[in-house]
Nanobody, 119 residues
């Protein structure tokens, strides 16, 4: 199983990019899907999480600006980021609890995608 993030890059302040994370492999089902981020010199923090049924929760620093969504048919989670600020600069990681065909549920991480907010 792999999680592959995309959509990062250099963004101007106030920009609205969308990150994607696609899961692939021998997947039976995907439960919670979560975005984390880690800025240089800081601890990794939760950005947003979404359950399989669509329930969401957000970190306090992004609530009201970011929106998480998912496409269960495509095994993909999205993060729509609006009103980006320089302090949103970080590597954004995708995380998911995935039930593989052996019936075990395993937590997976993507390799991350860099988002840099700068003019």
């Amino acid at each position: 199983v792999q999680l592959v993030e995309s959509g990062g890059g250099l963004v101007q302040p106030g920009g609205s990019p969308r990150l994607s994370c696609a899961a692939s492999g021998t997947i039976f089902s995907i439960y919670a899907m979560t975005w984390y981020r880690q800025a240089p010199g800081k601890q990794r923090e939760l950005v947003a999480t979404i359950t399989r049924s669509g329930g969401t929760d957000y970190g306090t620093s992004v609530r009201g600006r970011f929106t998480i969504s998912r496409d269960n048919a495509e095994n993909t989670v999205y993060l729509q980021m609006n009103g980006l600020k320089p302090e949103d600069t970080a590597v954004y990681y995708c995380n998911a609890d995935i039930r593989v065909l052996s019936a075990a549920t395993v937590n997976y991480w993507g390799r991350g995608t860099q988002v840099t907010v700068s003019s």
